[in-house]
């Protein structure tokens, strides 16, 4: 909403000194959020005068018609004689009024006049068009003025209003009384304790008789005001002060019979709706509009309505979609000469419907959408019918029509100290009681409590806490005292939070980058990860209302969007790139129903509870990740390493090592990953082998699928299992003695995993064992076809002692005993 200061003025007596920067700040800090302030031609200087045609001389020889004019700017250009100015338009004549622009004047935008010779003339200023002053937007012509607006070679910047400060008002959906000037107007006199001259105070005569016929459905309006002129003068001019204001407040002035109806539509926040009555045949009649009707609306565009439209008809069908357009047939034209303005309060969720479904939002839609005041219909009529005869040259009918179904608001009983209450503090006595009166609440005491009954054009006031907003606010904001809550000592982080912010330090200090990803996914996802029709991850929630059609379903793995968000880094130029995530995904329950739909009057029951908690999905928490390209990069140190599947499960190795449980890998088949580089992860629980995730190598398919480079490998474990695994958190016990280190090499099957054998060496090495790793994997034609050969190191270290050479040759041999019982190895020589 764009609110000019003189406008505002005429309907509240600020102080002279408060400038709009200041009632912009106070009403920002009364919920009014204004986002500028616009200091329309600040930029112009003068001189910029009357003047009066004295002479015009047409220049012939030229592509276009040129004019040089001799002009009366009476003392104003220093000399007093006529001056001489060139003008290409063609809509003034001798003895017109216009305005000048002399040498040395500037017109918005910084564009200065000077004197310059053109069309082999000296021209010695401008005659101004209404768009080259900034006035509105108007190519037909310049400037002409009526006579008497101002005398020859006087001052034009403030009598044209060429100079205005405008507010911007970002206009929130529950304040629809601040799209006029009356609501801001209201604001600003409460706010700066100013008198109030309601615009909506017009004298409103008994009717002389029944007017148009109208029939009204109360189910879609409740209150329906017709008034009639006749005997209207349609190429009457809109008059330049109008013309003006509708400008500044973001309205483009069309004629005289829509520039009013929008005018007193800015003034009161009323939408009006004006036809050309000679078009409309029989009864009007306020109704849902029938399945298949159509109307041609004003922009040209034929629109098949819908039972939820209100319409305006006649005995000929739909003349006008109610609140939001009117028709074709019954547009004000260049011979309309009876005139019929309609104000109405339709029901504000039909209106807010209709705009929408048709994709058509007006100034009236705003409007009805956010709640207009249900009793200013006949004040604003009578308001604009006024001004039709005081400018058009019509007569105002006596007779009018005047529909009435509105119901009377029931009183809002609230504590007096609520909202002390609820800003948490101590308002004077009474202080509730006053702000409400001033917004225009009938309040009536009761104890110690307050009936409050709003007034009709703040249908946003309908319970206690809306009032108690409106005392807060014009309070002030800023007056709450801010008091931080004491926070208690000695709780901390959960240990659910602990585990989370380790894993996530964990990962980002092996390289892993943290990413956020929507938890949105589309069915092109789950075939990209070339999942089983029957796979359990393919059974998702469907989102009503999702923010892309692509992307529908509430993810029930991480890997689709660490998948996407790597794709993009790789095509930005960034080829070497590890990224993770914790997140939650959301496997919907065997044979969940719809949650119920509660109500707003009281809490949920626990059988409510109940059912939303059957109805919720499973959410547990896991941590993904995704690498592609160079873990180590090549250099001068050395040639660089590519990302294998096995950083992948060194990734699942780590977030086990920090949870405290020991990860058991096993080889398997589980998409998206690569059948023969998968690895399935473990963790026991009690004597429970829990699987808790994969990590691999990613299908060539899927690589393929979502545009990831070759060999890309991912890792996805449950960390809410892994949570469950873990014990009592014990202190390793260290020793001070020395390690003794033992290689030992086996020849083993192609076939047998590596984690096999190590784990056989483990169990056969002892309690005297403190670590082993694998450090060497050889194929060849030294271990053999179908052979490989792996070697391992042995730390062996006692916590009270030195070992000696035996104990240590011994454990040695034990291991090796073991790894050949139990996977067939044999010792290298």
């Not at 509240?12 to 009632?23: I, Y």
């Not at 009014?32 to 600040?42: K, N, Y």
């Amino acid at each position: 909403m764009r609110v000019p200061m003189t406008w505002l003025r005429e309907y509240v007596d600020l102080p002279s000194d408060v400038t709009a920067r200041d009632l912009a700040a106070r009403l920002t800090l009364a919920g009014l959020e204004v986002e500028t302030v616009d200091e329309l031609g600040s930029d112009i200087t003068g001189p910029i005068v009357y003047g009066r045609i004295l002479a015009i001389e047409e220049l012939t020889g030229f592509k276009k018609p040129i004019r040089f004019c001799r002009v009366d700017v009476g003392a104003a250009n220093g000399t007093g004689e006529p001056q001489e100015i060139v003008c290409g338009a063609r809509n003034f004549s001798e003895g017109d009024l216009v305005v000048v622009c002399l040498p040395g004047a500037q017109l918005p935008g910084g564009f200065r006049i000077g004197a310059r010779k053109t069309y082999g003339k000296t021209s010695a200023g401008m005659i101004c068009s209404a768009t080259e002053l900034g006035l509105w937007e108007d190519h037909e012509g310049i400037v002409v003025l009526p006579e008497g607006f101002g005398g020859v070679g006087a001052d034009a910047i403030g009598p044209l209003g060429l100079r205005e400060d405008v507010l911007d008002i970002a206009v929130t959906p529950d304040r629809g009384y601040a799209l006029s000037l009356r609501g801001v107007a209201r604001d600003a006199a409460a706010l700066y304790g100013a008198d109030l001259r309601d615009p909506a105070a017009v004298d409103v005569p008994e009717p002389a008789g029944e007017g148009c016929p109208a029939t009204v459905d109360a189910r879609l309006c409740g209150r329906y005001v017709l008034r009639g002129v006749s005997g209207f003068d349609p190429e009457a001019p809109t008059p330049l002060w109008m013309k003006r204001r509708l400008h500044q407040s973001g309205v483009r002035p069309i004629s005289l019979a829509v520039d009013v109806t929008n005018y007193v539509m800015l003034e009161l926040g009323q939408p009006l709706h004006a036809w050309d009555r000679s078009t409309i045949t029989g009864t009007l009649q306020v109704r849902a509009a029938a399945r298949g009707e159509k109307l041609e609306t004003l922009d040209h565009v034929k629109r098949t309505l819908d039972p939820d439209d209100i319409v305006i008809a006649d005995d000929s069908g739909p003349v006008n979609i109610a609140g939001v357009m009117g028709g074709l047939t019954t547009e004000i034209s260049l011979a309309s000469t009876e005139v019929l303005v309609e104000a109405a309060h339709f029901g504000a969720m039909h209106i807010a419907r209709t705009s929408r479904r048709h994709q058509l939002s007006s100034e009236s839609s705003r409007r009805f959408e956010r709640g207009v005041d249900s009793a200013v219909q006949l004040a604003a009529a009578t308001r604009a019918v006024g001004l039709l005869a005081e400018l058009g040259g019509a007569s105002v009918e006596a007779a009018y029509t005047h529909v009435d179904r509105s119901a009377a608001r029931e009183p809002i009983r609230i504590p007096a100290d609520h909202a002390s209450a609820v800003a948490g503090t101590d308002y004077p006595a009474g202080t509730a009681e006053r702000w409400l009166r001033t917004m225009g609440c009938e309040v009536a005491a009761d104890g110690d409590a307050l009936a409050v009954v709003p007034p009709t054009w703040r249908p946003d006031l309908t319970d206690p806490n809306d009032l108690a907003e409106e005392v807060i606010r014009l309070e002030g904001y800023e007056n709450i005292p801010s008091i931080p809550p004491v926070v208690p000592s000695g709780r901390g982080l959960t240990a659910d939070q602990r585990l989370r912010r380790a894993v996530g330090r964990t990962l980002a200090a092996t390289g892993y980058n943290e990413v956020l990803c929507y938890p949105f996914v589309g069915e092109r996802d789950l075939d990209g990860l070339q999942l089983a029709a029957d796979d359990a991850r393919r059974v998702s929630m469907r989102l009503a209302n999702p923010l892309s059609e692509e992307e529908p379903l509430l993810r029930t793995t991480l890997l689709p969007g660490l998948f996407k968000t790597l794709a993009r880094n790789v095509g930005r130029g960034f080829p070497d790139v590890a990224l993770f995530e914790t997140g939650l995904v959301y496997r919907p329950k065997p044979g969940a129903t719809r949650a119920p739909l509660l109500p707003v009057d009281r809490g949920p029951s626990a059988e409510e509870l109940a059912l939303i908690d059957a109805a919720l999905p499973d959410q547990p928490r896991r941590v993904g990740a995704v690498l592609a390209g160079a873990v180590e990069r090549r250099g001068w140190w050395g040639p660089g390493r590519e990302a294998l599947w096995a950083d992948a499960i060194q990734a699942a190795r780590d977030i086990a090592r920090v949870a405290g449980v020991e990860l058991e890998v096993a080889a398997d088949e589980h998409a998206p990953w690569h059948p023969g580089r998968c690895a399935a992860l473990y963790v026991r629980s009690g004597g429970e082998r829990l699987l808790v995730g994969h990590a691999g190598e990613l299908h060539p398919r899927t690589v393929k699928a979502f545009a990831l480079p070759e060999r890309t490998a991912a890792v996805e474990v449950e960390l809410d299992l892994i949570e469950r695994a873990r014990g009592a958190v014990t202190a390793p016990r260290v020793s001070t003695y020395p390690v003794a280190t033992q290689d030992v090499a086996l020849i083993v099957g192609e076939s047998v995993p590596v984690g096999a054998v190590s784990a056989a060496l483990a169990q056969g090495a002892g309690e005297l064992l403190e670590s082993i790793r694998l450090f060497d994997v050889y194929t060849g034609e030294q271990a053999g076809p179908g052979r490989k050969s792996v070697a391992f190191t042995l730390r062996f270290r006692a916590h009270d002692r030195t070992l000696t050479a035996e104990e240590t040759g011994a454990a040695r041999e034990a291991a090796v005993a073991s790894a050949v019982e139990h996977t067939g190895a044999v010792q290298r020589a």
